[in-house]
């Protein structure tokens, strides 16, 4: 069946997936540096201390996400798989950034790292090259739509698997989609968070994760 | 991407269309430019462009920064939409949509502009097409192709049978001074293909392709203008805005796509390319497309003529593909004076009739995303 595979998220305090403890972590190291120290990352992303913290989120949740479901990836390893995302109000905020900053610079010179985070789908993309990801790649407004359209390309073969990833200004959650013996959760739970990540975190953690399988 | 299940149970058909450009309101203006060798591109008068490697871009006439609505609210408003379905289900295909509304609110001292969020603008489309249901797809510049691929798969799988494809992106300062800062316009205007070639032009555009399953079309009398018989995507998983150099993505998403529609290469006539005027993306392109062909075949891009409209390229392109198909004429690459080394003996620099019944339409875009869909004329072949 295609179902889900596995399950990671983090939020601004803790992160976790179905399969592993929840292990709080901002008391003790910043979101920039959570990679190296507590192993989630399995090689250096390149630039990362750079990344906005939504796409550095959205980066671990993808990690813990992988890993949850079993899949290894590596710096040479090149994976069929998709990622699907959705956050609420899209760049708005990064834009915001771009835009600001391009006028304080007296409207003359603008910063080209800023601007290519000003496409939604950049949180992304950043996932699909830093983990080799060579599937379908884009954003959408609503998490229901998403869940469908993993299906659809795991269905028609055109990835292995789909990461969709749900994520906001403070979390980020991620599933691994794809042909399963015994999915961990059913479809309908995983789009009735309405495209709200905290809302998703909230479930796994209160659901549990036997009653979850 | 290796192959694929063809899972064809219904086709996918151009049903009807609208399109807003840089040429004018309508496909014909349009076509009739493209056909002729005209561009459209202009010295951009909209806001100031003197700090920037280039003054080209691809504008439409009678917008207007001042005016309450965002620029692609205009463009889009100006579509003709009389007879769209009510059930038909929305696709939105878009980069940066209302960013002007965004420019607007930094430029007044403000630091947020919720207003320019793109599920703002999902939701103004659907009342404006009269629309029930609607879904955003945002990928770069394969936004529309993406959008249209997905559209006509969910038709040819049974899950919907009439879906709107809407695709819509403005010339802003927001934009332009940001390919500005990427390097990558040409001074001289987008040269795609060319050898002197040096960079893109940013344009505007906005345009809707209402797609059904044949069965709806015929037992509602529709005239089928086309048919979307196969899409496929990839990303490079390389780099966030250089194309992978090997085209190895891009011939994934086209393998992808010719599986889908249950072809061999061999069956493709022409190709409307992306053909951006950059030099690492017309090459990349030219490299996938050698790695899937076993010879040239007609190729073009229209960005010559219109400028890069970005998030809406994809569907323009594939409206006149249709047009092609129809007409029996490839046309030429608009601005092309002299074809580089690896496009020599594709690219068009004249139109070419063609006793075409196939076209491949191919976009990349930043964070390494490609998209390919296969079309057919309608009754050409089964």
């Known amino acids: ?213 | 991407m290796e192959g694929g299940a063809v899972l064809r149970f219904m086709r996918a058909v151009l049903t009807a269309s609208d399109m807003i450009s840089p040429y004018g309101q309508g496909i014909q203006p349009c076509w009739d430019g493209l056909l002729a060798g005209r561009s459209a591109l202009c010295a951009v008068s909209r806001f100031d462009t003197s700090a920037f490697h280039s003054c080209w871009g691809g504008i439409i006439d009678g917008l207007s920064y001042l005016q309450e609505e965002s620029l692609v609210m205009q463009m889009v408003a100006s579509l003709n939409r009389t007879s769209i379905p009510a059930d038909a289900y929305l696709m939105l295909a878009t980069t940066t949509g209302e960013v002007d509304l965004l420019e607007k609110a930094i430029l007044a001292g403000r630091s947020e502009a919720p207003e320019s969020a793109l599920e703002g603008l999902l939701q103004k489309v659907k009342d404006l097409f009269g629309v029930r249901e609607g879904e955003l797809v945002s990928s770069a510049c394969i936004s529309s192709t993406a959008a249209l691929g997905i559209g006509a798969a969910m038709i040819r799988e049974g899950r919907r049978d009439c879906v709107l494809v809407v695709a819509c992106d403005a010339v802003t300062e927001f934009v332009f001074s940001g390919f500005s800062s990427l390097m990558a316009l040409d001074p001289h205007g987008a040269r795609p293909f060319d050898a002197e070639r040096a960079g893109l032009s940013v344009g505007e555009a906005a345009g809707y392709a209402l797609l059904m399953s044949r069965e709806r079309a015929e037992r509602e009398g529709w005239r089928a203008e086309l048919e979307i018989c196969g899409g496929g995507m990839s990303a490079d998983a390389n780099h966030m805005t250089g194309p992978s150099r090997d085209g190895s993505g891009l011939a994934a998403a086209i393998e992808c796509s010719l599986h889908q529609a249950g072809v061999d290469q061999q069956a493709i006539d022409f190709i409307s390319a992306h053909g951006t005027g950059t030099i690492y993306n017309d090459s990349m392109e030219m490299k996938a497309l050698k790695r899937v062909f076993d010879g040239p075949r007609p190729l073009f891009s229209l960005k010559g003529g219109m400028g890069h409209s970005m998030g809406a390229t994809g569907l323009i392109e594939v409206l006149i593909a249709a047009r092609c198909l129809r007409e029996g004429v490839v046309l030429p690459s608009v601005r092309l004076n002299r074809a580089d080394e690896e496009s020599s003996g594709w690219v068009l620099s004249a139109p070419q009739a063609c006793d075409a019944t196939m076209a491949l339409s191919t976009n990349a875009g930043f964070g390494g995303v490609n998209a390919s869909l296969v079309l057919r004329a309608p009754g050409g072949g089964a």
């Open chain 1, 1 to 213: 069946v295609i179902g889900v595979a596995g399950i990671g998220w983090i939020d601004e305090r803790c992160y976790g997936s179905l399969r592993s403890d929840v292990v709080g972590y901002a008391d003790r190291v910043p979101l920039a540096r959570l990679g190296k120290t507590d192993g989630l990352l399995a090689y250096t992303a390149k630039n990362f201390g750079r990344f906005e913290p939504l796409t550095q989120r959205v980066c671990y949740a993808a990690a813990l996400a992988l890993k949850d479901a079993g899949i290894e990836y590596g710096e040479s390893l090149r994976l069929n798989i998709g990622v699907l995302g959705v956050h609420p109000r899209g760049a708005v905020k990064s834009n915001a950034s771009y835009f600001k900053d391009y006028i304080d610079s007296g409207r003359t010179l603008s910063r080209a790292n800023l601007f290519i985070y000003t496409l939604p789908s950049s949180p992304y993309a950043e996932v699909s090259v830093h983990f080799g990801l060579q599937g379908p790649l884009l954003y959408g407004a609503h998490l229901g739509p998403l869940v469908e359209l993993a299906q659809g390309l795991v269905k028609r073969q055109e990835a292995d698997q789909v990461l969709v990833i749900c994520a906001d200004e403070q979390r980020a959650v991620c599933a691994v989609v794809g042909v399963v013996e015994h999915a961990v959760c059913e479809w309908a739970w995983l789009a009735d968070g309405q495209g709200n990540a905290g809302v998703m975190i909230e479930k796994i953690l209160d659901v549990g994760k036997e009653d979850i399988a």
